[in-house]
């Protein structure tokens, strides 16, 4: 089992930055990629970026050039760095994390935290 706690979050103009932070526990030697994702109301949950172990990332066109995702991996902790911030940014913001199964992947996430960008 992961645990996922997500910190950040919260109110902002449009145009201001913000910062969310996901610290995992549990079984995390086996995460192979760590994300965000977002669902605002009466959407699907969208990627918004990705990191696996070794640092690669992948992030959604709507916000490349404007996010960043980062990993510790002493601190098993993934972090999003949430820069020009836009109305449509305005989501729940969830972590999720991906180990290996039999067959498959076990997937993991957080509890969610509200972002808010005001226009």
């Known amino acids: 089992q992961v645990q996922l706690v997500e910190s950040g979050g919260g109110l902002v103009q449009a145009g201001g930055s913000l910062g969310l932070s996901c610290a995992a526990s549990g079984s995390i030697f086996s995460i192979n990629a760590m994300g965000w994702y977002r669902q605002a109301p009466g959407k699907h949950r969208d990627l918004v970026a990705a990191i696996t172990s070794g640092g690669s990332t992948n992030y959604a066109d709507s916000v490349k050039g404007r996010f960043t995702i980062s990993r510790d991996n002493a601190k098993n902790t993934v972090y999003l760095q949430m820069n020009s911030l836009k109305s449509e940014d305005t989501a729940v913001y969830y972590c999720?994390?991906?180990?290996?199964?039999?067959?498959?992947?076990?997937?993991?996430w957080g509890q969610g935290t509200q972002v808010t960008v005001s226009s």
């Open positions: 999720n994390a991906r180990r290996p199964a039999p067959k498959g992947e076990y997937e993991y």
